[in-house]
């Protein structure tokens, strides 16, 4: 089994840019989902970009056009170029790698990484 280790986020300017990067310890069981999400306090983790086993991506609206999930070919490294940064992005950023049988929304098991903060100022 493994565990997820973030690097990556900090502290940035509005318009400015950060990326994050996710990456396996050991080795985690067949993984089709890898995703990033978000939390501010007193709210509920939220899914901001998402990508299946296809390639295929999606992100939440607030972060389409700035924010993209991309990975390395052999899937051991997930990253989060966030581009044109924007106060409301402040958050603490969480990856998560999962198996899905159906949908992407729902998960057979998952691992999550150790969250990163990321901050943005105005």
């Known amino acids: 089994q493994g565990n997820l280790l973030q690097s990556g986020g900090g502290l940035v300017q509005a318009g400015g840019s950060l990326s994050l990067a996710c990456s396996a310890s050991g080795a985690p069981f067949y993984i089709n989902a890898w995703g990033w999400y978000r939390q501010t306090p007193g709210k509920e983790r939220d899914l901001v970009a998402v990508?299946?086993?296809?390639?295929?991506?999606n992100y939440s609206d607030s972060v389409k056009g700035r924010f993209t999930i991309s990975r390395d070919n052999a899937k051991t490294t997930v990253y989060l170029q966030m581009n044109n940064l924007k106060p409301e992005d402040t958050a603490v950023y969480y990856c998560?790698?999962?198996?899905?049988?159906?949908?992407?929304?729902?998960?057979?098991?998952?691992?999550w990484g150790q969250g990163t903060q990321v901050t943005v100022s105005s």
């Open positions: 998560s790698w999962w198996y899905y049988k159906e949908s992407y929304y729902s998960r057979e098991y998952d691992y």
């Open positions: 990508m299946t086993e296809a390639g295929d991506t």
